[in-house]
């Protein structure tokens, strides 16, 4: 029997003739065929709606068992069983599970939407909310209820039957609308790839570059170099390829994903839009952004963009020094008549300058950051830091060989407290990008906490024949921050379902994601993994320190680039009319120029790939700023490692029980000060990215 093993399905008397209605673990991944999709799903949805309309008709004592415990539970089996379907569509889709999941997730949707509109649940919470049981609640419990009742009014409980019925229909419409817009970015970006067969074509590429390249093309049985628009494969020649009409044309294919038939978003980002826009005005908000913050730390959309903005304000004037100093390096390179830079030169012209400052290449780096001795460094890490280790369990199905598993448990042989998958390479049949997800989300109950389940998965530089995975360190830096969205699912110790975990305020979500990739950046921590994948030798001490030294090379462009992906998001969905400012990806390609350093073509429609606030029905939506709301709080909160030491067990544990097992048990900010003692101080982020100026940021995470 596996480590860990959860038997929900057992308690809620479900039979097992479908995999979908096993909750144990490990998951039956091995087990899931397309056509189980549609009658295992349908058939959860009939008993989740039963326990709905159970509830609302509720004729027991209202108390917090017979009402919010019951509501917190009660889509379980259907919430696990989809969310292993949407994960399956995601990293090992075939036609017949993505027509399988297609033809469900309207329906789960239309369910989900119906919860917060039922008026007879909705009366029930709130008649249990004006009772003596209700009046005694504390804690996890008190903020169940409270966020309860904001959260379906903030849903539409209040609203007449028109109002919630139109709800419903934008709820659906939005859900098929984004679903098929991740299958487009997916699909277009599968269709790209370019063949270079002669050896003077791909000079520049580093040797990694070149093998991977070549690999690929033998796997397509070509001869020659193949390229494609995954990110192991289009970073690299962006960065050192010598044949600028290359990189253009590579450029111009990422820059213009999925704005062609038959896999054109262009029609499907004017329909989301014009959606989101009517929900809010249907829910009685301004705009949409108002509508996603109004649970989360920033409170409005306005206060939101506020934050950027000043942010930007601290950041533009050594922004456009930064781009001055790479067009001087041009035409000292090439003479005073160089042509103006271009979106595709602006990484190989910053490469060749960051190797003259500093005398770094950054593909020096990769033969010290070999795959499993970086996860093996990792694990060793949240050991010394939160008491826990991490073991892989050996022959557990998953949906490709390629997936490990491994087991947490609380040091010297102590409970399991989660479990996990990861799948690290790019696939095919795999999306872009990299994440968490969540299965199994458990709960300490009567003392004792059920494991948690979930996965992270990534696009990393796969192994190549001979060589195991050689990473950037960048993609070092993206495994800790997976990781540490894992560690806050499966350390969690709440109650309540619905406030465990990952599910926090999208602004501060990524704090235990984000803190993590400091680690990658100190000696004492590198020493543990970053050995040479031959020698074994640690990274050399001149290397570290070059690598310490051109950290914040360009740190201001990188800035502004997050700025301006958090400020056209925010604009999209307060701002944006199509009557006045007409086609979506224009507008965007207009609000992005300010934030890029070249100017953008008029074709540029990275918008229409944009995933984060396109594939989902919310997801970061009006909600991207989170990113650096959270990277301020992460650059403060890791100031009390830097004091008491990196592998401080006092720090470790009092950012783990104030932060990773709490989960939403309490208001983030009230979390944060019982980690660091204090509100967070935003010049912690703008010293680090080495634009610590007199005047002051405040994010107004009070």
């Given amino acids: 029997m596996a480590a860990g093993r959860v038997t929900l399905n057992r308690a809620l008397g479900m039979n097992q003739t479908n995999p979908l209605f096993d909750l144990n673990t490990p998951l039956p991944f091995d087990r899931i065929q397309a056509g189980d999709v549609e009658p295992g799903v349908r058939e959860l949805l009939g008993r989740a709606r039963a326990a709905l309309e159970a509830l609302g008709a509720t004729s027991e004592p209202l108390s917090y068992r017979s009402v919010l415990e019951r509501l917190d539970t009660m889509t379980e089996p259907l919430d696990c069983a989809f969310g292993i379907v949407k994960h399956l569509e995601a990293v090992s889709t075939t ?135 995954q990110a192991p494969s289009i970073t690299p020649v962006l960065m050192y390829l010598n044949d600028g009409g290359v990189r253009e044309q590579m450029w111009r294919a990422l820059s213009t994903r999925a704005t062609a038939a038959p896999h054109d978003n262009g029609p499907l980002l004017a329909r989301i839009l014009e959606l989101r826009r009517e929900k809010s005005a249907v829910l009685g908000y301004k705009h949409f952004a108002d509508y996603s913050t109004a649970d989360r730390m920033a409170g409005t959309g306005e206060r939101a963009l506020e934050f950027l903005e000043r942010l930007k304000a601290r950041t533009e004037a050594r922004f456009y020094v930064e781009n001055e100093e790479l067009t001087a390096f041009r035409r000292r390179l090439e003479g005073p008549a160089a042509p103006p830079l271009q979106p595709w030169d602006v990484a190989w012209y910053a490469e060749k300058l960051r190797a003259e400052l500093y005398d770094f290449d950054q593909e020096a780096l990769r033969p010290y950051f070999p795959l499993e001795r970086v996860i093996a460094g990792m694990f060793e890490i949240v050991r010394r830091l939160y008491g826990v280790e991490v073991e892989e369990e050996r022959g557990v199905p998953a949906w490709d060989a390629e997936v490990k598993y491994y087991v947490i448990r609380e040091e010297g042989g102590g409970p399991v407290l989660g479990s996990f998958y990861a799948d690290w390479f790019p696939r095919e049949n795999k999306r872009g990008g990299a994440w968490m997800d969540a299965f199994v989300t458990g709960r300490v109950k009567d003392g004792h906490a059920t494991p948690h389940v979930g996965a992270i998965c990534g696009n990393l530089t796969p192994p190549l024949e001979g060589t195991p995975a050689l990473l950037t360190h960048r993609e070092v830096e993206t495994i800790f921050h997976e990781f540490g969205h894992l560690l806050h699912h499966c350390l969690s110790k709440v109650e309540v379902r619905s406030l ?88 965007a390609r207009g609000v992005m120029q300010a934030f890029a350093p070249a100017p953008l073509p008029l074709d540029y429609a990275m918008i229409a790939g944009f ?53 939403d048990s309490d208001d983030p900010a009230a979390l944060y000060r019982g980690f660091m003692g204090r509100d967070p101080d935003p010049e912690a982020l703008i010293d680090r990215l080495g634009l610590l100026e007199p005047a002051a940021v405040d994010n107004g995470a009070e």
């Fill in 500 to 587: 465990a975990g990952t599910n926090v305020a999208w602004d501060f979500v990524e704090l235990p994601s984000q803190i993590m990739e400091n680690w990658c950046w100190e000696r004492e921590a590198l020493d543990l993994f970053a050995r040479h994948w031959q020698t074994g030798a640690p990274l050399p001490q001149d290397l570290f320190e070059k690598m310490r030294r051109a950290r914040t090379f360009r740190a201001a462009n990188a800035q502004m680039r997050q700025l301006g992906l958090g400020i056209v998001d925010l604009v999209l969905h307060m701002q944006y009319e199509p009557q006045r400012d007409g086609d979506v990806a224009s507008f």
């Fill in 95 to 229: 036609p017949e599970l993505r027509a399988a999941h297609n033809a469900v997730e309207p329906e789960v949707s239309e369910f989900h939407s119906k919860i917060r509109l039922n008026g007879e649940l909705w009366n029930t919470i709130k008649q249990y909310s004006g009772t003596n049981d209700a009046a005694t609640l504390e804690g996890a419990r008190r903020r169940f209820l409270t966020k309860t009742i904001d959260d379906f009014r903030r849903h539409g409980a209040d609203l007449d039957p028109e109002g919630k019925g139109r709800l419903a229909e934008i709820d659906v419409e939005l859900a098929k609308l984004t679903t098929k817009f991740a299958e487009n970015v997916l699909d277009s970006t599968n269709e790209y790839e370019l063949y270079i067969e002669s050896e003077a074509g791909v000079a520049g590429l580093p040797p990694s570059a070149l093998a991977a390249a070549r690999q690929s093309a033998a796997q397509k049985q070509r001869e020659g170099w193949r390229f494609t628009l």
């Fill in 611 to 663: 995933t984060h606030l396109f594939a989902n029905p919310v997801g970061y939506a009006a909600g991207y700023y989170s990113y650096k709301w959270a990277e301020v709080l992460d650059a403060d909160a890791f100031t009390r490692f830097r004091r008491e030491g990196v592998f401080s067990r006092e720090a470790g544990r009092a950012f783990r029980d104030n932060i990773l097992a709490r989960g």
